[in-house]
Nanobody, 124 residues
Framework: VQLQASGGGLVQAGGSLRLSCAFSGRTFSSWRMGWFRQAPGKDREFVAATTWISENYYLDSVKGRFTISRDNAKNTVALQMNSLKPEDTAVYYC???????????????????WGQGTQVTVSS
């Protein structure tokens, strides 16, 4: 599996960005896809995930602001980020997991494959 993330950048607080992740190497529709982020000096944290049937779940602090979506025809997963805050500044990673069943998966250890990361910087 290969993952290629894109779409990061610099934005002012209150602005929006859309991240995209291209998946290749396996049948995309069978995989759970997630977004994580890592700020300087902090652990990588879960942001959002979508199951193979598009059941989505989020970090509490991004609920109502971020939306994860998948396009099984294009083998992509996107993260629409609105009302961005300076505390959202981080490197964002897409990740892929398989065989999780119905359980919620928010741990780094649940995801076997990772993209290279894309920087999101929100200025105040």
């Amino acid at each position: 599996v290969q993952l290629q993330a894109s779409g990061g950048g610099l934005v002012q607080a209150g602005g929006s960005l859309r991240l995209s992740c291209a998946f290749s190497g396996r049948t995309f529709s069978s995989w759970r896809m997630g977004w994580f982020r890592q700020a300087p000096g902090k652990d990588r944290e879960f942001v959002a995930a979508t199951t193979w049937i598009s059941e989505n779940y989020y970090l509490d602090s991004v609920k109502g602001r971020f939306t994860i979506s998948r396009d099984n025809a294009k083998n992509t997963v996107a993260l629409q980020m609105n009302s961005l805050k300076p505390e959202d500044t981080a490197v964002y990673y897409c990740a892929a997991a398989y065989g999780l069943g119905s359980r919620t998966a928010k741990s780094v250890d649940d995801y076997a494959y990772w993209g290279q990361g894309t920087q999101v910087t929100v200025s105040s």
